[in-house]
DNA sequence: TATGCGTGGGC
DNA sequence: TGCCCAAGCAT
């Protein structure tokens, strides 16, 4: 164990890759890292880390800050309860711990969007708790290393890992020794290929020394994507366009789109529009133009989204299922918290109808 | 315990 | 095209 523990740190302190969250110290900075980075492939994060730091350089000011400025900073990042939720605990910080984030793996569970691998990274890297943090990396070079066939979908076998990490990171640095197990797993202990030969725990490997490390680990297969069809507007009126806000929870909460909404089974797409239009933002019209359609991928979800350009009849907007509306402008569209969807749409429908 | 929640990249 | 994956969390 000693061993492995000098191994891992000294291969750390050696190959780590530079990132900017990685140069502060400062446990607010490490924590809007962290919330960035779950899901989120490090490279992605980047460039959102370095704006929403330079525009929200504290807890105080993000708590000030408006949803939707907030939001605008998450804009194509997916996940966006994240930015709801990391929004909402900064407020909590302020109002119950002065501004500066609690040290303890405890308090930062109460903190809405901090689970228990963002507890244990935030405790470890920014304060030094001896606790460990468990993502997908550490999963993977733990399975390895053990030789553990167990599905790790499975929370039985997270509490099998947990247990293992819990005794390689007891001593000093847990921060770096947390850091050094998932820098291996993002880079040498990848799921193809494994660069076994560079590997600094390759002595102690039980799944090398078996040759079984290329299929671990074992994962239960994902429940097939299920389709969907939608419809969206590009709804005119004195040379505006009508946008709308999503309500706060569900898909692409608190995100900024063209009206429109879900096609039902069989619906005609034009047709289901003008249903989804009366509806969702209460204007009649008729003749949509077809625009074309995009197709996009969500974790569970294949959507067809198809683009009309449609001519209103006179009438105020009466929403219902959406949080807010605005006429805008191209430009001021575009300047909403979009998701990448509404985006795409967006640029789609623009571009087919000039 | 199972499911919902984004996006972009790799093969 | 389809499937998997990447520093998970909430309900």
Redo the contacts with the bound molecule.
């Keep these: 164990m000693k061993a492995i523990r000098r191994a891992l740190l000294r291969w750390y302190r050696a190959n780590a ?1 530079d ?1 900017p ?2 140069r502060s110290r400062d446990p607010y900075a490490i924590w809007v ?3 960035m ?9 980047v460039p959102y880390y370095e704006r929403f730091l330079k525009n929200f350089p504290t807890a105080r000011v993000l708590a000030c800050a408006s949803p939707d400025e907030v939001m605008r900073h998450f ?8 930015a709801r ?1 990391l929004h909402a ?1 900064a407020q909590t910080v302020v109002r119950e711990h002065g501004g500066a984030l609690p040290d303890e793996v405890k308090e930062l ?1 109460k ?11 935030l405790a470890s890297i920014a304060f030094d708790q001896p606790v460990a ?1 468990v ?6 070079v733990l399975t390895r290393l053990l030789d553990l066939r167990d599905d790790i ?4 076998t997270r509490r099998k890992l947990e247990a293992a990490a819990a005794e390689l990171v007891r001593g000093a640095q847990p921060g770096a020794l947390n ?1 050094a197990l ?2 291996l ?2 880079t040498l202990c ?4 494994p660069a076994c030969t560079r590997c600094p725990l390759h002595r102690h490997c039980k799944a090398l020394s078996r040759g079984v490390q290329a299929t671990l ?1 074992v ?1 239960s ?6 389709r969907l069809r939608a419809a969206a507007a590009l709804l005119l009126r004195g040379g505006r366009l009508l946008m709308v806000r999503r309500p706060p ?5 608190g ?1 900024w789109e063209l009206p429109g909404g879900e096609l039902d089974a069989r619906e005609q797409a034009a047709a289901g529009l003008l249903r989804t239009l009366r509806e969702g933002v209460g204007i009649a019209a008729a003749a949509p133009e077809p625009l074309g359609s995009v ?8 959507l067809r989204l198809y683009l009309f350009r449609v001519t209103p009849q006179p009438g105020r907007v009466r929403r219902h299922g959406f949080d807010a509306h605005r006429w805008c402008s191209l430009t001021a569209a575009r300047a909403l918290p ?7 749409a967006l640029d789609h429908a623009t571009a087919s109808q000039s």
């Design positions: 890759r990132f969250w990685r890292s962290e919330t980075l779950q899901q989120t492939r490090s490279a992605t994060v804009a194509g990042l997916g996940y966006y309860s994240r939720n605990a569970r903190l809405p969007g901090v689970g228990p691998y963002t507890a244990a990274a943090s993502d997908g990396n550490v999963m993977r979908r499975l929370p039985a850091q998932m820098e797993g993002a990848s799921r193809r290929r680990p994962r297969p994902a429940p097939r994507k299920k929870r569900g898909l692409l909460g995100l197709r996009h991928i969500f974790t569970h979800r294949v979009l998701s990448s969807l509404a985006r795409r």
